[in-house]
């Protein structure tokens, strides 16, 4: 079974610093099934990133993902004040078919 | 553009059953693969199962397996998932998304369902 690791649990950053969140997965995931997402409080998740490093229509070029085999990460370059938010990493696979990560919350510092 | 609106929130007794429904405008839910996910209060994202193109199938992750079913009615465009022998541990708010090449690209608004004595 694949279990998606992310770390840090929270990030306490500032406005217009950097973010780098990171997914761990525990057995090697196609990047073309990488995904990552971001909930603020009471709404739905939304996609920011595909196939580990490809944008969702409309995501600000500020996001970017990267990284391969097990080892993911989502760079935010320059924090925005609404983009401080839980971001979610997901894969899908063989089994279990999909699962998402823990979760990041970017919280200001 | 696909827009999922969700039936409204639940309150259920330990042990009943419960059924909730998604409807989609802007496409037909037969173009759709749809799946369902829920968050437990203030926790992360748990996938519960969806339609799955590659194996023509429905399939339900492991941990509700027997338990959840998951059914369309392409003639109203709307999807359905029912959960059934609630545990307080069920108490969570329920999504439906549409997925495309293995991503989430469009939820609905969330149904909270509550389990309580």
């Known amino acids: 079974e694949i279990v998606l690791t992310q770390s840090p649990g929270t990030l306490s950053l500032s406005p217009g610093e950097r973010a780098t969140l990171s997914c761990r997965a525990s057995q090697s995931v196609s990047s073309s099934y990488l995904a990552w997402y971001q909930q603020k409080p009471g709404q739905a998740p939304r996609l920011l990133i595909y196939?580990?490093?490809s944008r969702a229509t409309g995501i600000p070029d500020r996001f970017s993902g990267s990284g391969s085999g097990t080892d993911f990460t989502l760079t935010i370059s320059r924090l925005e004040p609404e983009d401080f938010a839980v971001y979610y990493c997901?894969?899908?696979?063989?089994?279990?078919?999909?699962?998402f990560g823990g979760g990041t919350k970017v919280e200001i510092k | 553009q696909v827009q999922l609106v969700q039936s409204g929130a639940e309150v259920k007794k330990p042990g009943a059953s419960v059924k909730v429904s998604c409807k989609v405008s802007?496409?037909?839910?037969?173009?759709?693969?749809m799946h369902w996910v829920r968050q437990a209060p203030g926790k992360g994202l748990e996938w519960m199962g969806g339609?799955?193109?590659?194996?023509?199938?429905?399939i339900y992750a492991q941990k509700f397996q027997g338990r959840v079913t998951m059914t369309e009615d392409t003639s109203t465009d709307t999807a359905y998932m029912e959960l059934s022998s609630l545990r307080s541990e069920d108490t969570a708010v329920y999504y439906c998304?549409?997925?495309?090449?293995?991503?989430?690209?469009?939820w609905g608004q969330g149904t909270l369902v509550t389990v309580s004595s």
């Open positions: 802007g496409y037909t839910l037969t173009e759709l693969s």
């Open positions: 997901q894969q899908y696979g063989s089994s279990p078919r999909l699962t």
């Open positions: 339609f799955d193109p590659e194996d023509g199938e429905t």
């Open positions: 998304a549409t997925f495309q090449l293995a991503v989430a690209v469009s």
């Open positions: 196939g580990a490093s």
